[in-house]
């Protein structure tokens, strides 16, 4: 891994032992010859494999005797250009301890200053161009050292040795103010302005480490709802930054595994429960029973919190399915209409890269999207693939690309949803820039079974042999390939929607599974989307299909009744759509039958972000504090042998409940209860038939907590072993991982095939 001060390490090391010779980088990794007694250069081996750099991943060490050349001293050499590159990018890191004191000293020469960082934090992965890891290749090639600077940099005592970034107020970057229509604001201080006008109910544009964020006062009610109004977001909820973890457990319910989180280099948003009286405004994250929280992780954060704000809003700079802005010119433009003043620096952002996104389920983060701090550290795959690399593009929404070299796979940052020109050109980049830096030239590609998804066009066009892998799958083998499985799992996979084998809408599916293949042994039973796409908005929709399935004729009165505004003419076409077949696409998908439980109970009509109506349809669950009832969901076996789960009974249920006044959180935690047991009832009929007894749960519906720790907890008590993601998200954000998986295991048994 470069860019964590291991050759400095080196350095300081063989000077301890007494040793001569030399160290560098080169696209391998680190190489190092070192002369001097055999005491001493086992001493040294010994120290590079049990005491590393705090932020180094050893890899593997390898070496060879050498005759001795006399060399005298000992240098660290430039970095080598050519040969193949097998080393890692350090993701970016939050600022460390020995900066921030730094940063805080009013006699340090750095006092105050937003760019400070040394060997142990700061940029790297947003900045890279190229490696080696040199500050040619990266984005602060254009500041050069002055030369306070450039002694430290080469003072191997120096914690600031060789530290590419490294840079002071004297040469490197800085920062400027410009109102909103980009004329630059005379001050003193840009920082000091933009708290000024923070204070004063402004929405600030704040250029950070992979992008830009929006920026208010967390409390002011008047500033959040202008924000909202502006963004056109009226109910997702906000990321905060608060100062640090004593303000976080003020205004939330901090266990140790989210103070770790919120403290680690990575720095996150993580999602935890409220409390009551936080102080901040209703609208930061209404209807939601989680903050989403995360502390400082930039020099110019730590001063913007240093003031006694209570929390900042800090959103994504942009408009709902774009990507986040990270240039200052896209800001200028794409912001304008958002920010009343822009918080800008001349240090360009190579890769944007979104904040990271993490929730604590079953004692454990699991990711909920994978980004700045983790991308593009490695996830080690089950087996070791030669003769070529694999990019898999991953799917249309919550998109993240993935590339493997060796026993790795590499998953980039988050891209987002494939549905508009700059999301597209966003995934083009990441693409590009993941085969770049890792010097990575695929030699076939993994897709989407979908035919309709932007990244299976782009597959296509590649020019190179296609591996699809269907959509359920690629989530099982997620989890599998993250616990080394490779071996026949029982495969539970719930999301919103993915493309059948069959040309159906899957997302309620029940599998065999091994990273080869698959076979789908069961599934929810299929119901009308009216609309297609459009009912996965409109709920209302979905909660009808559903009544109809349940309840036949009287679904149109039932409709009357539980859905407001559902009704007339609207009603009439659904039906008719419905009957006639019309665009109404039939759809086993868990997603859409939470999404119609949350209509039916009058809780989410319409989805205005992704997974609104689940999310808060969970939230009303969690109310019901021990509650234990359920609605029991009937099976039956198809022709094909496929088992149907008929969760028109589970509706049933649901409607006689909230018809006879159980009340909404009973009936919402009665859901979750359901869907957990009919989960156990059908592992327990595969395990029966197969004698199987390990369980993988994926798919974006496993990252609600509710539903995954009561069927965590109901299966490890029947006796099953149990996987879940944790190194890479249950939801779309993972299955570029899962189809990298696939791809090479089915490249390697293909492999032992021809050899055999």
């Excluded at 050349?69 to 890692?88: P, Y």
């Excluded at 604001?185 to 600030?204: F, K, M, N, Q, S």
């Excluded at 958002?338 to 800008?344: N, Q, R, T, V």
Aim: negative net charge.
């Amino acid at each position: 891994m470069q860019g964590v001060g291991f050759r400095p390490f080196v350095y300081s090391l063989a000077a301890r032992l007494g040793l001569y010779g030399h160290v560098a980088n080169d696209p391998a990794g680190v190489i190092t010859e070192i002369e001097g007694e055999q005491e001493a250069t086992e001493r040294f081996l010994d120290a590079l494999r049990s005491s590393p750099p705090p932020m180094a991943r050893v890899a593997s060490i390898t070496f060879r005797e050498i005759p001795p050349t006399g060399e005298t001293g000992f240098s660290v050499r430039l970095s080598a250009q050519h040969g193949a590159r097998t080393t890692l990018i350090l993701p970016d890191m939050a600022t460390c301890g020995d900066c921030l004191r730094e940063m805080s000293a009013p006699d340090d020469r750095r006092y105050r200053y937003a760019f400070i960082n040394c060997t142990n934090c700061g940029p790297r992965y947003t900045i890279i161009r190229d490696l080696p890891y040199d500050r040619s290749r990266t984005t602060m090639s254009p500041f050069e050292m002055c030369p306070d600077c450039r002694r430290e940099y080469e003072d191997p005592a120096n914690r600031r040795f060789h530290a590419e970034p490294t840079c002071c107020p004297a040469c490197g970057p800085r920062l400027r103010l410009l109102s909103s229509d980009g004329t630059e604001i005379a001050c003193d201080d840009p920082l000091e302005e933009t708290i000024r006008r923070i204070r004063a109910g402004r929405i600030a544009a704040v250029k950070g480490l992979g992008g830009f964020h929006l920026a208010c006062d967390a409390a002011n009610q008047e500033a959040v709802a202008l924000l909202r109004r502006r963004k056109h977001r009226d109910h997702k909820p906000f990321a905060i930054m608060v100062r640090d973890v004593r303000a976080a457990a003020r205004i939330c319910r901090i266990g140790p595994e989210e103070e770790a989180l919120l403290s680690s280099p990575e720095r996150p948003i993580v999602l935890i429960e409220k409390r009551e009286g936080n102080g901040l405004a209703e609208g930061v994250a209404p209807r939601s029973a989680s903050f989403g929280v995360m502390l400082p992780y930039t020099p110019l954060h730590h001063m913007l919190m240093a003031e006694d704000f209570t929390a900042l809003i800090m959103t994504s700079g942009n408009f709902s399915d774009e990507p986040i802005a990270h240039s200052n010119e896209d800001a200028r433009v794409r912001l304008s209409g958002l920010a009343d003043c822009f918080l800008l620096h001349d240090r360009s952002i190579h890769i944007r890269t979104d904040d990271s996104v993490v929730q604590v389920i079953a004692q454990r983060s699991r990711f909920l999207r994978r980004s700045r701090g983790y991308a593009p550290a490695p996830v080690k795959l089950p087996c070791d693939i030669s003769g070529g690399e694999i990019l898999a593009v991953g799917p249309e929404l919550n998109n993240t690309i993935c590339v493997t070299r060796s026993g790795n796979a590499f998953l980039s940052h988050h891209v987002g949803d494939l549905q508009n020109v700059p999301a597209y050109e966003s995934f083009i980049q990441a693409v590009r820039h993941m085969e770049d830096i890792l010097a990575v030239k695929p030699s076939v590609v993994a897709r989407d079974m979908h035919p309709g998804y932007l990244s299976t066009r782009y597959a296509m066009e590649r020019g190179l042999p296609i591996e699809p892998v269907q959509h359920h799958h690629a989530h099982i083998a997620s989890v599998m390939a993250e616990a080394g499985r490779t071996d026949r799992v029982i495969g539970v996979s719930f999301d919103g929607m993915g493309w059948g084998r069959d040309g159906g809408l899957w997302g309620g599916e029940f599998m065999l599974c091994d990273l080869a293949d698959f076979e789908r042994f069961g599934s929810l039973e299929a119901v009308p989307q009216p609309g297609g796409d459009v009912a996965s908005k409109d709920t209302r929709r979905m909660a009808y299909a559903f009544l109809r399935a349940a309840f036949g004729r009287d679904a149109d009165a039932l409709a009357c009744e539980m859905l407001p505004g559902f009704a007339g003419e609207e009603l009439r076409i659904i039906s008719r759509m419905i009957e006639k077949r019309v665009n109404c696409p039939l759809t086993s998908s868990m997603g859409r039958l939470f999404d119609a439980v949350a209509a039916l109970l009058g809780i989410c009509g319409f989805n205005s972000f992704h997974a609104q109506a689940p999310m808060e349809l969970e939230a009303k669950a969690r109310e019901a504090k021990g509650e234990d009832g359920f609605y029991e969901a009937g099976r039956a076996r198809l022709l094909d042998g496929m088992i149907e789960v008929r969760t028109s009974d589970i509706v049933r249920g649901l409607v006689s409940d909230a018809r006879g006044g159980a009340g909404v959180a009973v009936c919402a935690a009665r859901f979750h209860n359901s869907i957990a047991r009919l989960a156990l009832d059908m592992c327990l009929e595969a395990r029966k038939n197969t004698c199987v007894e390990t369980v993988a749960l994926s798919g974006g519906v496993m990252a609600n907590a509710c539903l995954l720790e009561r069927l965590l907890a109901m299966l490890e008590k029947d006796g099953f072993e149990v996987l879940l993601n944790a190194d890479v998200p249950p939801g779309d954000g993972g299955v570029s991982f899962g189809q990298a998986a696939v791809a090479a295991w089915r490249r390697r048994c293909a492999l032992q095939c021809r050899l055999e």
